[in-house]
């Protein structure tokens, strides 16, 4: 046994701390030290390996990072350095990272939220007037009078430092040219300025359009009740680490960077707004600071314009100026915010994790809307971008559906040379009458340990519970201040909590068993992030990424979230350091520029299959509107072989699990290295799986890792390709093939050439001969290759993992085998092996393109034909293909 594969059990016997799972402790009063021993002992029980302090509403605000407070939290450090345990540090009061309960903003009121509103009005009595009225936050106003006292002083939010930010006259209130837009700002008089409105005035008479113009008013305030910050703004990122994170450094001391090993932010943002007046196709108020509208005045970017594409159409520049102006605002918010908070971080020998608000939780859509209306007002849904600025990797997930939110984070977390992720597991209650941060108390543990292996087989590297509880509250109906009702369930408070332990290892077991190799990637899906940033989240979009996101998951597709970044940083297939087969475009509208239809034009050249679904790419960032793009793709869709389902494309020699179509979810894992083989499946369901892993061309030892004790079991010595499956209901089961010593595949690829009618010509041997010349040829097709041994010392196996048709052998003009359906898997004899062979591989085909050439019947597409993916040799010898 090598090392590896030593450490690998061992690890597997006994996960680690940043496998096995984590808990937030939620801290609702200072603890004394006798409650933090025991409530430790029970953590640990329970078999948790981690966990972060966070502090709750419950908590007087006063006493969050007070003197007590800290020493409280040394102490706890001071424990679980000698008992094992890992922290991190939740770095906020109750959750909206960046406040510090207030202190960020306490006596430097500049730093406090400021947004950019807008309104648009029209001529009345030669008086134009535009107002900002009925300003509330929907995301604040949900966490009920408690929530809002959080968040604002004396529980309501007031507005001064008003300013007019700019006003543009048009002839039309939702579409015009954007030539046509006039600055009209000078023209503004401030009429009515008070804490709750703004009202500004124009005269008719100045106005370009007199009584038809449209005026568009853009303004800006500060909300000073409020303790949340501006994101836009490193200042206020700074002020957040003196009085946030600096007195954790010093209370924890040497434990800093060791048993104290990362912060974590929980959705930093600035409350979303709406308004009476609003409109356009965005639908909150954007964060608002002048370094940003002085980056707009900056080429290539046009200030109007930008700001005038929120509100309306502006003809076939409307997705260029709204593109720039998400990309410009999510790059200065997070460089302010992210930027600033890493680079402490890593001065401090600390790693930064946390997440931000997420679209998608509780969802396979993109697009859907827990927190906000419109997701592009926080961080403008980059969540690409914003990953670089982390060192781990970290979702949120809400309730027990199945949902792609460690999808997501691994597919980030690999953008970015990492795997795997921390997904946040929290509760919300959902039936009707009902309030959502009452939670669900009635949860099982039956219920978490599903979602758990769900998560962790689409790429979880850590279930963070939410929560482990100090205590639990009193018997009243109050939300939110009553711990009882605070995201129930606290945990430890269970009943069942005794069995945790078993479900905590079950957990860490599969997180580790998973870390092993690397996947067989089969699709990488596109993130629309421009065609979000330009047709908003109430489109077709989402709905279409939902669907390919629900069905590549339940056909058991490897698939990962490709950023529009990485793409053009990919070298053919290559992206994010992993070979992609093919790339999926849902509708993909808007691009950064032409540079990513040349990458999809060199991904295609490098033999990638490219797969598109909805409207055509027909916008991007450099030049708005430009049919140059539909009109490439449409000819590169035109060079793709028809694909009527994802078996056509998803067939291969790797390794598989093949069971009977079902109702319920089979969920599947698998990788690879130098050595062996991983298989991870988990059924979903009530009734028992049967099937069978097959391992084609492959041979080894075959063993279970068992997930409930830690024990690995050898299956079979030497397994020859496939295995009887059993998985129990709601079983995970893991396997590892390693593979035996004594051969190699070699894979025939190159140096083909097909006989056809007496004619030899080079062939490709990825697709049909039918795409490559031979339309209406129904005959045998001759496929020969010449290939070198250095020494002949064992028969060699050869595989042809897909044929469309029949097949006979020949080796050395000599006929040694004929099959007529798969599996096509064939013993080339040592003894007419020589030191120069010649392999033939004949295919006998269907005659439907023969007959059905030229007809009215041949119907989309023509029948496949010959070799369709290279042979392969298993062979312990040196093989040398040769050219002509």
Known sequence: MNDSLAKARQSFKNPDVWHLPATYWFWHTIPDKEQIDSQLRQLQAGGYGSFQIAARLSLPLESYLSEEWLAACRYTADKAAGMGLMMGIYDDYNWLSGHAGGRTVEGRDELRERHLFWSQSSLSAD?????????????????????????????????????????????????????????????????????????????????????????????????RTSRMINYLMPEAAENFIRVGYEPYARAFGDHFGKTVAYLFFDQPHACFWQWNEQVGSVKSSLMYEKRLIDALQQAPYCLAENLMSLVMDIGSRTARRRCELFSCYSRQAMQAFFGTLSAWAHDQGVKLSGHEVLSHVSSWNFASKIITEDSRCNFAMDYFALDGWRDITAVDSRNSEPQMAAKVGDSVARAHGRKGCIVEQYYARVKPGTYFAAGQWEISLHDIRLQALRHHLLGARQFLMHAFWLRDGEANDEVLTNPRFDFAPGINFQPWYAFHAGFAYESGRLAEFLEQGNPYVDVGVLYPKRTFWYCGVEGNEGQLGEYWAKQLSAQGVEYFFI??????????????????????????????????????????????????????????????????????????????????????????????????????????????????????????????????????????????????????????????????????????????????????????????????????????????????????????????????LETV??????????????????????????????????????????????????????????????????????????????????????VAVIAG
Request: with cysteine; aromatic share 10%.
């Open 563 to 788: 950023d529009e970044e990485n793409l053009l940083q990919a070298d053919g297939t290559r992206i994010n350091g992993m070979n992609f087969p093919a790339l999926l475009l849902a509708d993909v509208k808007v691009v950064q520029s032409a540079a990513t239809l040349s990458q999809l034009e060199r991904f295609v050249a490098a033999g990638g299959r490219l797969l598109v679904d909805g409207e055509l790419v027909a916008y991007s960032e450099e030049k708005g509107k430009d049919c140059s793009l539909t009109e490439r793709l449409q000819k590169l869709i035109g060079t793709q072989p028809a694909c009527s389902m994802l078996a056509d494309m998803l067939k291969s020699d790797r390794p598989f699990v093949d069971y009977p179509s079902r109702k319920t979810a089979v969920w599947t894992r698998i990788t690879q290295d130098e050595t062996s083989r991983y298989v991870t499946v988990f059924n979903d369901g009530e009734t028992p799986l049967y099937g069978w892993l097959h391992f084609p061309g492959l041979c080894g030892q075959l063993a279970e890792w068992h997930l409930a004790t830690g024990d690995i079991s050898i299956l079979e010595e030497q397994l020859a390709e496939s295995f009887p499956l059993k998985i129990d209901p709601w079983q995970a089961r893991c396997f590892s093939l390693q593979i035996a010593e004594n051969g190699h595949d070699v894979v025939l690829d190159k140096h083909w050439q097909l006989l056809v009618d007496n004619v030899s010509r080079p062939v490709d041997v990825t697709k049909g001969w039918e795409q490559q010349g031979m339309e209406a040829w129904c005959g045998p097709g001759r496929y020969q290759l010449r290939f070198a």
């Open 127 to 223: 008086m134009l007037t535009c107002r900002l009225s009925g300003i509330r936050s929907a995301d604040a106003e949900a966490l009920q009078q408690c929530g809002m006292e959080w968040i604002f002083a004396d529980g309501k939010p007031e507005w001064d430092e008003w300013e007019i930010v700019a006003a543009y006259a048009t002839s039309s209130s939702d579409q015009c040219r954007a030539e046509e837009i006039v600055d009209v700002s000078s023209l503004a008089r401030i009429t009515r300025a008070t804490t709750g409105e703004f009202e500004v005035t124009f005269k008719g008479s100045e106005l370009p359009w007199g009584a038809d113009s449209i005026v568009t008013l853009f303004t800006a305030a500060r909300c």
């Open 793 to 878: 010392t064992d028969d060699i196996q050869l595989y042809l993992p897909e044929v469309q048709g029949s097949v006979a052998i020949w080796l050395n003009d000599k006929l040694i085998a004929e099959k007529g359906w798969p599996e096509y898997r064939f013993t080339l004899p040592q003894s007419l092996l020589k030191k120069s062979n010649e392999l033939a591989v004949v295919v006998y085909p269907s005659a439907a393109n023969h007959y059905y050439f030229a007809s009215a019947w041949q119907g989309e597409g023509q029948d496949r034909c010959g070799l369709t993916m290279p042979p392969r040799l298993r062979t312990r010898d040196s």
